[in-house]
């Protein structure tokens, strides 16, 4: 009886020094899915959400969720499909099945479509364009002057496509869904700054000197490749499926602008620029 108590005992012992192990492992882990940005901004690039005087509409990039049909279509086919204008179209799509379908066989074509988008480079530009010029000549001062940032001209910043694609809108939804994604920074491909902008930031203008504050709209640069196909959609009995037929693809880039954001340079010179 004294050796089973024993044996308990040590058992006992075992489990009580397991248990905060065992419990560690059910610890939930920090989700590795959560897109963190890969662009740190440097100091130079300042936020002017508060301060820009022109509303900006932020860009609209609604999450659009496949219904259960489209989900099983998208699936089907050989090539991957993320075009949102396409899986859009096929949301509101309804094929009914009927146990009748025996023999039953149609083709229906959908249309020549930007399916999916590939990046290959993302790099940022702090200073795309150029968008506003601050000075002051000091020249004959003899103290330091300060100057900050005033924006003079209602600024509108474009960006775009590098190359005319079919269905231009599509691609730019598909490249600007994937920048973000990648980079974790408010990009638009259309952003103004309205004039009146202000900026409290200081910049001492040396006696003796010219200052020279310039303002530039930071971008992304993004580079890839778009995938076309023509997609037909295939029924056969009661199957449903994506056939996708003289799939090509072609490289494409495009400029897409920081929302809200400001990249600033100073200079000083002892002569006009």
Not at 71 to 83: G, P
Not at 184 to 190: K, N, Q, S
């Amino acid at each position: 009886m004294k050796k089973y108590t024993m044996v308990l005992i040590c058992l006992i012992s075992i489990l009580s020094f397991m248990a905060p192990a065992l419990a560690g492992k059910d610890e939930k882990k920090p989700d590795s899915s959560v897109q963190k940005q890969k662009y740190a901004l440097p100091d130079s690039v300042m936020n002017i959400t508060k301060e820009n005087t022109y509303p900006n509409r932020s860009e609209d990039l609604p999450q659009l969720h496949p219904s259960e049909l489209t989900k099983n279509l998208t699936d089907s086919s050989r090539v991957k499909i993320e075009n949102p204008d396409l899986i859009r179209l096929l949301n509101e799509s309804s094929v009914n099945s009927t146990p009748f379908a025996l023999g039953y066989r149609a083709i229906v074509y959908l249309g020549e479509w930007p399916l999916n988008y590939e990046s290959a480079e993302t790099s940022p530009n702090w200073q795309f364009q150029k968008i506003n010029t601050n000075y002051f000549d000091n020249r004959g001062g003899d103290q330091l002057y300060q100057i900050h940032y005033v924006q003079e001209q209602q600024k509108e910043i474009k960006g775009g496509l590098t190359a005319k694609v079919n269905k231009a809108e599509s691609v730019q939804k598909m490249i600007l869904r994937s920048a973000v994604k990648s980079t974790g920074l408010p990009l638009t491909f259309e952003t103004t700054v309205g004039a009146g902008t202000k900026k409290d930031q200081i910049y001492n203008v040396q006696p003796s000197k010219l200052g020279y504050l310039y303002a530039y709209a930071p971008a992304i640069h993004e580079k890839g490749k778009v995938t076309y196909g023509e997609v037909y959609l295939m029924l056969k009995g009661n199957k449903k499926f994506i056939v996708t037929k003289n799939v090509a693809s072609q490289e494409i880039g495009a400029w897409i602008p920081l929302e809200n954001h400001i990249s600033f340079g100073f200079t000083s010179s002892n002569q006009p620029r």
